[in-house]
């Protein structure tokens, strides 16, 4: 919630309790994800369209929330001014993207929490080593060091410079394992296609309205 005072600030910056505060779903205000729904085309978004059915991310993203600018300002991003307010006192923010948008919901929960006031360093902490922490498995993940899981993603562009650059991943590396972003196909020291989705499989089709069907001999109501 928002604004936090010096009260609440103080107790819990004596606390070793960290604050996830999915603000894709913000309390109080227009959740956050719809400033992205509104000020971006989602359903033109290459990586979802590759890795989820369309007639799915139409009908999440097409018909869009439309709101002056300043709702989300005394929305979401008044909230992740509290949260800047608490890791600056020595709270720890966690990313949490509430599973709103898979894979982008992550990316914009983790540009919400640099709308407060973090710097993009910060906001990338609370979206890596932060979280590493509170589950206890710093030690294995979270940041990159000698002995931790080889767990990481390579990117195109330097979200130091711009935090939205985390949206531009060329390979994802799991425990050492390297994939290319676009496919999710094996690379590197393995050449290893993936599996097809449900969606991909023969006989799995969509129709326009975005009913799953089977036709038969007679014409169904998609005209096929």
Known sequence: MA????????????????????LIVNYGGLNGEYQWYQNSEVWKKKPLLSFTPKHILDERSRHRTM???????????????????????GVNINLGAHGQLNGLGAHWELWMIQQGGMSNLQALRCATLNGAKYLGMDKEIGSLEVGKLADLIVLDK???????????IRYVMVNGRLYDSATLNEIGNHDKKRSKFWFEQPGSQTSGAGMQHTCHEQKCVCGH
């Open 158 to 168: 330097n979200p130091l410079e711009n935090i939205q650059n985390t949206e531009s």
């Open 3 to 22: 604004p936090l005072y010096n009260d609440v600030v103080t107790m819990w910056g004596k606390t070793n309790v960290h604050n996830t505060p999915t």
């Open 67 to 89: 709101a002056p600018e300043e709702e989300y300002q005394n929305g979401h991003i008044l909230v992740s001014k509290s949260c800047t307010k608490l890791q600056n006192a």
